[in-house]
Structure formats: C-alpha cells, structure tokens
C-alpha cells in the first residue's frame, strides 16, 4: 500500500523514501523519526532526540518524549502527550489531553483535544475532533494481528499494532472511534459518534 497515494506530502518528508507498507513505516517510528533529526539544522533546536523548530510553541505542561520532530509553526498545547517516535511536518495542532503515539502527521493537521492517536500516519488536512479516538490494538481479540481488507482482498500486516492511514483533508467528527487498521480515503469525513471498523468478517 503506497503512503504517498493518500499523502501528498510524503514523498518530500525526510521519509520520502520509504516505500514499505504504512504499518511497518510505524513500527519502525522511533528509528526513522531518531534518522530524520540527525539531518536537522537551524532553525530546528535540537535537544536530545527531541528537535523542535524555533517557530513552533510547545506550551509549558506538554510531555514530549525523544524521539520527535515538531516543525515549522507547530503548536502543542498544555496536557499533551507525545511518545514512541513522533513527527508534527508544518502547522500541526496537538491540543490540550491529546496523546499521540509512534505517528505522523502532515501540513495542517489538527488533533483538537482529547484525543489519542496511536501508530497511525495522518495526511495533510487532517481534522480530528474532540474525543476522537484512533485506536491501535485489537484488545477485544484472541487473535491480536491487524487485517487489513484493500482492493477487495484482506491483507495480512504481520503487526499487532496499527491505527489508521488517513489520507489528506480526511474529517474525524467528535467522539468518533476509528478501529485498528483502518485505511481512511482522501477528503472522507468520519460523522460524530461514529464507529469506523473494517477488520474483515
């Protein structure tokens, strides 16, 4: 499953060239995000594994756990939670309670608060409200691995967690849970309260 064709902007990260499946991209997270801040200069301060650029805010009260890449015009808010190998590209919001974990996210995405979104790789675009979830383990199951059906068929990823690959301008109404391994069109909106599963039956 080809990132770029749900993320524009893929291709021209410092994760361009990866071109495995989203679900290995996140299981690797810290690695790649640790090998993209060894290429960061200024304006990008970098402390640790933790490089924050000098246009971005991360409010007093805000747990950014190495390694992490906040960039350009970023905002992270008091009470949010970053771990496991983040990377935040250009105008990103991480608002107040929201945690995310071992995941990417692209131009103008927004997490507005109370949110947690785990192993998961988010376009450019991407708005999700309050209280939406992006889960990323099946504890419901026996059988914990992540099915993904694609293209008609169910594809087997080999991981036990992945959340979603949410493509660019995709919509997460308040209070909505997106089930692990989850594939999310471009510009899709997920209504309010929704639930969004598509393990294979």
């Not at 190495?66 to 970053?82: D, H, M, N, Q």
């Not at 099946?138 to 979603?164: P, Q, S, W």
């Amino acid at each position: 499953m080809d990132i770029a064709a749900y993320v524009d902007r893929w291709r021209t990260s410092p994760f361009g060239c990866l071109t495995d499946s989203p679900w290995t991209v996140t299981q690797a997270a810290e690695a790649h995000v640790a090998a993209a801040i060894a290429g960061l200069t200024a304006p990008y301060v970098v402390n640790g594994e933790v490089a924050i650029h000098a246009s971005a805010t991360v409010e007093a009260g805000a747990v950014v756990k190495a390694p992490a890449i906040i960039g350009p015009r970023c905002f992270v808010a008091a009470g949010a939670y970053l771990r496991g190998g983040t990377f935040l590209d250009e105008d990103c919001i991480v608002g107040p309670g929201a945690e995310l974990k071992t995941s990417f996210m692209f131009k103008g995405s927004k997490l507005a608060h109370l949110n947690f979104v785990g192993d998961s790789i988010l376009g450019a675009g991407v708005n999700i409200e309050a209280g939406a979830i992006v889960a990323n383990y099946r504890n419901e199951l026996e059988d914990k691995a992540i099915r993904i059906v694609a293209d008609g068929r169910i594809i087997e990823t080999g991981v036990d967690k992945f959340g979603a690959l949410l493509g660019d301008g995709a919509r997460v109404g308040a209070n909505a849970v997106i089930a692990p391994g989850a594939v999310i069109a471009r510009s899709a909106r997920v209504p309010r309260l929704s639930l969004v599963d598509q393990y294979p039956r």
